[in-house]
T-cell receptor, first 113, second 111 residues
Framework: DSGVTQTPKHLITATGQRVTLRCSPRSGDLSVYWYQQSLDQGLQFLIQYYNGEERAKGNILERFSAQQFPDLHSELNLSSLELGDSALYFC????????????FGDGTRLSIL | GENVEQHPSTLSVQEGDSAVIKCTYS??????FPWYKQELGKRPQLIID?????GEKKDQRIAVTLNKTAKHFSLHITETQPEDSAVYFC??????????FGTGTRLQVFP
């Protein structure tokens, strides 16, 4: 158990819909990172928050957005969903801003029908 | 831009043999290099990491070496066991706040 909690574990929805994925970081961690992993693919960095503020952005689509709340949990919002958005979405957390070990949650498997 | 290349993409070894996975990075400012192991359907797990002020680090059967001049780093697994079978990802982190991941190596250890 990494201490990073992601909900839900599985999500099945249709094209055009909107979903919210939730992540609670390990106790004491201030940074939250979101990654997308498509089938048999690598980890694509989406976005990072540190103590409530956006710190770094990767190849995140405009249809996707995220935020980190005062209690440090984070949400990733995916809208106007397309078939290609089907993937595993991982959240990771670390103590500091950068170059610290990142600990991953178990992921949310999103399936678009 | 920032890039991490990882080779090989697949690696098959006999139980007890050694396995070596290599990564090269492009950003000379990179100074943090973790390795993650991901079993099928599971989360990536940090197995070892190294910082640029160190050339080598060992943890039991796992070791990582770093050559900053050549901008490459490697994962060495000795005395491989079937439970080492997984996908291994290298990553590089620099002065920005993100890790750049390699494309992964699928390691299969045959009994």
């Amino acid at each position: 158990d990494s201490g990073v909690t992601q909900t839900p574990k599985h999500l099945i929805t249709a094209t055009g819909q909107r979903v919210t994925l939730r992540c609670s970081p390990r106790s004491g961690d201030l940074s939250v990172y979101w990654y997308q992993q498509s089938l048999d693919q690598g980890l694509q960095f989406l976005i990072q928050y540190y103590n409530g503020e956006e710190r770094a952005k990767g190849n995140i689509l405009e249809r996707f957005s995220a935020q980190q709340f005062p209690d440090l949990h984070s949400e990733l919002n995916l809208s106007s969903l397309e078939l290609g958005d089907s993937a595993l979405y991982f959240c990771a957390s670390s103590v500091g801003e950068s170059n610290q070990p990142q600990h991953f949650g178990d992921g949310t498997r999103l399936s678009i029908l | 831009g920032e890039n991490v290349e990882q080779h090989p993409s697949t690696l098959s070894v006999q139980e007890g043999d050694s396995a070596v996975i290599k990564c090269t990075y492009s950003d000379s400012a990179s100074n943090y290099f973790p390795w993650y192991k991901q079993e099928l359907g599971k989360r990536p797990q940090l197995i070892i990491d190294i910082r640029s002020n160190v050339g080598e680090k060992k943890d039991q059967r796992i070791a990582v070496t770093l050559n900053k001049t050549a901008k490459h780093f490697s994962l060495h697994i000795t005395e491989t066991q079937p439970e080492d079978s997984a996908v291994y990802f290298c990553a590089a982190g620099g002065n920005t706040d993100k890790l750049i991941f390699g494309t992964g190596t699928r390691l299969q250890v045959f009994p």
